[in-house]
Structures are given as structure tokens and as C-alpha cells.
């Protein structure tokens, strides 16, 4: 099963770009990287996939490296609506996904 | 509006009874999925379903049971057997199998006293 590893926490100031680096060193080929930010007391919601190098919504950017062994979450000028815990998933059809901790993400004034 | 709805969003049982959280979905996705999460902690995956009349189990399977006999409903029942009930439960759904990107309820936190 593919495991990912991420910070527990970050903190940032809102304005800054924050950046979420998560390792997941066993990616299988068919493997999707996969991102979800939750709220306390709120369902996940989806951010973001990809499967290598970039990607690229409203509302985030995915950096794949060719290696695919890592993949960073890049928030543009995060404002205090962002905290939140955000989780890094890797799967492909067959294969559960495991929920880590996620990165507590901390956005101050 | 599109989307899947929990409920209740809270729930109160005394230990020793049977109760079952609805999860309804009208986005027209075959696959479902029951997650529980405690204070934390990620989520654990306790039954999901690929299509009607078919469902299998998780992680956390023991002492939940679940069943898909509509494409939108897929309600979790947490009976007498499971150990340490009170958590967060959280409903999901997604396209297919296939796809990662789930959508998922508000959850329900469930409290056994």
C-alpha cells in the first residue's frame, strides 16, 4: 500500500504562498497523487490531482518531479480561511487509499 | 443541487443499541464509501460499495455493518459489537472505482454514553 509522509504542522502569515511537500517513496506506476483539505467538523474536499509534473486549478498548483517519489502543494497568498489540514492520498483503482495525519496548516494575520 | 448529504449530524445512543447513519447521494456516482475518523487522526475506511447490491469491506470493518440496495443510498449501521463507536463518520462517493477524487458528506459524530 502506498504511504505518504507530510509535516505535521506549518504555520504562515496570510499573504504568503505555502508550499506542502509530501513523500510517498513506493509509488506504483498507475499511482495518482491525490489532495484534500478538511476543516474541523467538515467532511474533506477535493483540491487537487495529478500524475506528474504539473497541474494546475482555481485554487492550488501540483509539482510533480519526474521521479514522482514527491509531490508539493502550492497555496497562492493563503488568507485566514485556509487553515486547515490538508492530506496528500496516492492510489490508483485497486489499491485503498491511506489517510495519513495530514499537514496542519496554521495561517496567521 | 448535487451533492451527498449525512445525517443526522449528531447522534446520541446508549452503549449496547444498534444505530445506522443515512448517507444519500444524488450525483449518479456507483461507488461509495463509509470512513471513521477519531480526534486527530486520519480517516480509516470501514466498508465501500462499487455498485448496487455489492460492498465490501475496509480496514475497519468490525462490528459495522452497511447496505447498497439503491445507487443512492448507502446507510452504515454501528452495532452493539464495535468496541469504541464514538467518532466522526464520514460518507463518501466518487464516479467510480477508479476514481481517487471522492466527494464527501458533513459527517456524523456519533457519541455512544
Known amino acids: 500500500l502506498a504511504k505518504t509522509t507530510q509535516p505535521i504542522s506549518m504555520d504562515s502569515y496570510e499573504g504568503q504562498e505555502v508550499n506542502i511537500t509530501c513523500s510517498h517513496n513506493?509509488?506504483?506506476?498507475?499511482?495518482?497523487i491525490t489532495w484534500y483539505q478538511q476543516f474541523p467538523s467538515q467532511g474533506p474536499r477535493f483540491i487537487i490531482q495529478g500524475y506528474k509534473t504539473k497541474v494546475t486549478n482555481e485554487v492550488a498548483s501540483l509539482f510533480i518531479p519526474a521521479d514522482r517519489k514527491s509531490s508539493t502543494l502550492s497555496l497562492p497568498r493563503v488568507s485566514l480561511s485556509d487553515t486547515a489540514v490538508y492530506y496528500c492520498l496516492v492510489g490508483d483503482t485497486n489499491r485503498k487509499l491511506i489517510w495519513g495525519l495530514g499537514t496542519s496548516l496554521a495561517v496567521n494575520p | 443541487d448535487g451533492g451527498i448529504t449525512q445525517s443526522p449530524k449528531y447522534l446520541f445512543r446508549k452503549e449496547g443499541q444498534n444505530v445506522t447513519l443515512s448517507c444519500e447521494q444524488n450525483?449518479?456516482?456507483?461507488?461509495m464509501y463509509w470512513y471513521r475518523q477519531d480526534p486527530g487522526q486520519g480517516l480509516r475506511l470501514i466498508y465501500y460499495s462499487q455498485i448496487v447490491n455489492d460492498f465490501q469491506k475496509g480496514d475497519i470493518a468490525e462490528g459495522y455493518s452497511v447496505s447498497r440496495e439503491k445507487k443512492e443510498s448507502f446507510p452504515l449501521t454501528v452495532t452493539s459489537a464495535q468496541k469504541n463507536p464514538t467518532a466522526f463518520y464520514l460518507c463518501?462517493?466518487?464516479?467510480?472505482?477508479?476514481?481517487?477524487?471522492?466527494?464527501f458528506g458533513q459527517g456524523t459524530r456519533l457519541t455512544v454514553v
Open positions: 463518501a462517493s466518487s464516479i467510480s472505482r477508479v476514481n481517487t477524487e471522492a466527494f
Open positions: 450525483l449518479n456516482h456507483d461507488a
Open positions: 513506493n509509488i506504483a506506476t498507475n499511482d495518482y
